[in-house]
């Protein structure tokens, strides 16, 4: 479903206004609902649904005339629930979830861009989209249908199947047997049990970024049991760890360590899952001095294919513990996580911005930069290619880019001293500087709405001048790559050192992540996309090692390649010990 997550009583650096008074945190909580809809070009009256999220129900039930007089004002006419619900911050006594009304109609799939936006898109690229035409004629199984009453199921022909299969990659076109939408741990594990006793698998799955993958595997007999409203977070200060539901998403987590001055090694973009992220590796912009984000998972709760809710860390069941961080979705669905938290309240960190026509100069400068800089910078480069959409900024409409960002742990002296040999070559916007820790998820652009987006990856040793040479004979000037961006993340520092207790993913041999990403709103545009992205993974071939990052691997691949030789053979033995039948279908398969 299309949703705005947890909007609540908080300003902008995240802490919490109106501890003592419920009226006034539900009226604020609204205020900020109303704003993330003016960001998403959306008005209050596309509300379909509201959930107001309470520590105490009957209290909030209290004071719903403070809603439904604004409501009324507006033009909208929600569903109103109020559910019982474990807030993030101490004293937060409620907050708002909203579902937009476009998941309401038959042809409208979850989490889906506006039509406009997507039929604008497409005549860019030369042609109308298709993105009306999205429901299906798969056939229910009766294998399926005895899932009903395990908790929210859909299955095919239901009217919300086509809303409920869709991944936030709207390119991934997952057809399943059903579609489970759990709420309680108790649920997940009733629809495991009820799957495997039917005779079907179970694909465990949050936002479905990475759903690519997961769509190209037969899932005729499989359900996806999708963890969107499994969801919460409560921060322990003095222990600096995070305690997360499963389909958590980053920017709640980051939200809620924000008062304590703490924040956690999450990724570049704010609505993607922790669950997935996290066990996946997980490569943030903190992780050159840190490592990946595997390593902060201190221990999980899993619904095992059995349906049995095991805890795991590294002295109960040590070897799922070991497992699942890497093996992931391979191994059960995970319904909790314990974190380990940063001591950053604040953070050096931006963007630098050119147009394309210096990318020969800036990208041989970054090589060289990054090859000596400091394991405290986090950067990535990408050369970029916007369409000319009124929804996009001027500095960014219709051009194309070559963009410097990341994150530098450092105070700001020595911060600005590290970068001296960038902002030597004046680039045209220059934004980086010291700001709250909670800001760095935005500050790799990326798409604020669910897209559909085909790509290919490969990790990079030395970037040689070649190799320099390779990447800009592929996206360079003159250049029509047909790729949104080309982007090469650096790694290295802490990023390439095995953690000591580490799990099946500590660390990523290599120096560089290529990710190659293009826009794909209709079939033609993704085999187009696809063959750009493999191009220039071809051209940098001379340079590839034969590792690859998972959070990056989209598409199916060899997966091995995630694994040190030895460490694939035991998560292989385990994913046999632990699910002899195989019930588990992850997007990448061990």
Not at 251 to 266: E, I, K, N, R, S
Not at 334 to 348: F, R
Request: charged residues 20%; proline residues 7%; aromatic residues 4%.
């Amino acid at each position: 479903m299309t949703t705005i997550p947890l909007t609540g009583p908080v300003d902008d650096a995240g802490r919490l206004l109106h501890e003592d008074d419920l009226a006034a945190q539900l009226a604020l909580s609204l205020v900020r609902l109303e704003a993330a809809l003016d960001e998403q070009g959306r008005r209050p009256a596309d509300l379909a649904a509201l959930r107001v999220l309470a520590a105490d129900p009957a209290g909030a039930t209290g004071v719903l005339d403070v809603l439904d007089e604004r409501l009324r004002t507006t033009g909208a006419d929600p569903a109103i629930t109020v559910v019982a619900r474990d807030l993030p911050l101490p004293g937060m006594q409620v907050a708002l979830e909203a579902v937009l009304r476009e998941t309401c109609g038959p042809d409208h799939a979850s989490s889906r861009p506006p039509r406009a936006y997507l039929s604008r898109l497409s005549r860019l690229l030369g042609r109308k989209s298709n993105e009306g035409n999205l429901m299906t004629i798969t056939t229910p199984s009766s294998s399926a249908a005895t899932l009903r009453g395990a908790c929210e199921v859909h299955l095919p022909g239901d009217p919300g199947y086509d809303v409920a299969r869709q991944a936030w990659n709207l390119a991934a076109d997952q057809r399943p047997a059903a579609v489970a939408i759990p709420t309680s741990v108790a649920e997940v594990a009733s629809v495991v049990r009820a799957a495997a006793a039917a005779g079907l698998r179970v694909a465990p799955q949050s936002t479905g970024h990475g759903a690519s993958a997961l769509a190209e595997q037969d899932l005729s007999e499989v359900v996806v049991v999708r963890l969107s409203s499994l969801t919460g977070v409560s921060i322990d200060a003095a222990a600096r760890t995070a305690s997360v539901v499963g389909g958590t998403l980053w920017q709640d987590v980051v939200a809620a360590a924000a008062p304590y001055g703490l924040t956690a090694l999450h990724g570049s973009a704010p609505d993607v899952a922790v669950a997935g992220y996290a066990l996946s590796g997980g490569l943030s912009f903190y992780g050159r001095t840190h490592g990946v984000a595997a390593n902060s998972v201190r221990a999980v709760d899993v619904v095992t294919a059995d349906g049995a809710l095991v805890h795991a860390d590294a002295t109960e069941h040590a070897d799922l513990y070991w497992a699942v961080r890497g093996g992931g979705g391979n191994l059960g669905v995970v319904v909790g996580l314990e974190l380990d938290l940063l001591p950053y309240a604040d953070v050096y960190a931006g963007m630098l911005l050119w147009d394309r026509e210096r990318a020969p100069e800036v990208v041989r400068a970054w090589a060289a930069w990054s090859r000596e800089a400091p394991e405290s910078a986090t950067t990535s480069l990408r050369v970029m290619s916007f369409p000319p959409l009124p929804e996009l900024p001027p500095f960014l409409s219709g051009r194309d880019l070559v963009i410097v960002d990341g994150a530098v742990l450092e105070d700001d002296d020595r911060a600005a001293e590290v970068l001296a040999p960038l902002r030597a070559l004046a680039p045209e916007m220059d934004t980086f500087g010291r700001i709250p820790s909670s800001a760095l998820l935005q500050v790799h652009l990326d798409p604020p709405a669910p897209t559909p987006a085909v790509s290919d990856h490969r990790v990079l040793g030395e970037l040689t001048d070649a190799a320099v040479d390779a990447f800009l004979g592929q996206v360079g000037p003159g250049t029509a790559s047909g790729l949104m961006f080309a982007e090469l993340r650096h790694l290295g520092g802490a990023f390439a050192r095995p953690v000591a207790g580490g799990g099946a993913v500590s660390h990523v041999p290599g120096e560089y992540a290529l990710f190659c990403v293009a826009v794909a709103p209709f079939p033609e545009a993704a085999v187009a996309g696809r063959a750009a992205a493999r191009g220039v993974v071809a051209a940098m071939a001379p340079w590839s090692t034969a590792s690859l990052v998972p959070t990056f691997a989209e598409s199916r691949v060899d997966t091995s390649a995630f694994y040190d030789g030895e460490d694939w053979v035991r998560l292989a033995q385990l994913r046999e010990q632990l699910d002899p039948t195989g019930v588990m279908v992850a997007n990448h398969p061990v």
